[in-house]
């Protein structure tokens, strides 16, 4: 039996990944292999799925429980494990490169918010991930706010620019300029006087 024919043929009648999943791995009780075609069969290319089986494979398909198959797909979808890569153009890859930036920069973004970030860039969906990090303040003592507000206005300029842009960036972006002359103003307030040279006889 080809599993990935067998997916391919799963998804075109409807069924979710996590479903093809789960009846791939119960009629072959091969859970690593049953995954691995799902994503094959999503034309997620074979190194990235590697690299994302890998870093679950302990935890979820070395020794599954006995009927967990529905389960284990649930969670492989809500992991991420199966969401298909955009191919992006050159504005999105630097919208992505400063949206990793500003998550850098952050401090200390909630493993939640940071899962569902990674997931919403791998996808594409980066008006959301912008959205979501400019409700979001960094964190003076372990972050940025600098970078962080600095880089989020640069990619909500460039975001304006992608073919028809979400109505929240322009408010979104007024708001992290704010951010980012706010944080100007702080650190020219802080900044020390510098003495003045003494003149020359």
């Not at 959301?128 to 206005?153: M, V």
């Not at 990619?155 to 408010?171: F, V």
Request: glycine share 6%; proline share 7%.
């Amino acid at each position: 039996m080809n599993l990935t024919t067998v997916a391919r043929h799963a998804l075109s009648r409807g069924h979710t990944p996590a479903a093809t999943y789960a009846l791939l791995a119960k009629r072959s009780g091969k859970p690593l292999p049953s995954a691995r075609a799902v994503c094959l069969a999503l034309t997620i290319p074979i190194a990235e799925t590697t690299r994302r089986l890998n870093d679950c494979h302990d935890a979820l398909l070395a020794d599954p429980r006995p009927n967990s198959e529905t389960d284990t797909g649930e969670v492989l979808e809500a992991l991420g494990i199966f969401d298909i890569p955009k191919s992006l153009t050159d504005t999105e890859l630097t919208i992505v490169e400063h949206l990793l930036t500003a998550i850098d920069a952050h401090g200390s973004l909630r493993p939640g918010h940071h899962h569902g970030l990674q997931r919403w860039i791998t996808t594409g969906n980066l008006t959301t991930a912008y959205l979501s990090l400019t409700t979001t303040h960094p964190l003076p003592r372990t972050g940025n706010p600098t970078t962080y507000w600095t880089t989020l206005t640069t990619a909500g300029e460039l975001l304006t620019t992608t073919p028809n842009p979400d109505a929240r960036i322009k408010y979104a972006l007024t708001h992290c300029r704010t951010q980012t002359q706010a944080q100007s103003a702080k650190h020219q307030k802080s900044a020390p006087l510098t003495s003045r040279a003494p003149s020359g006889r």
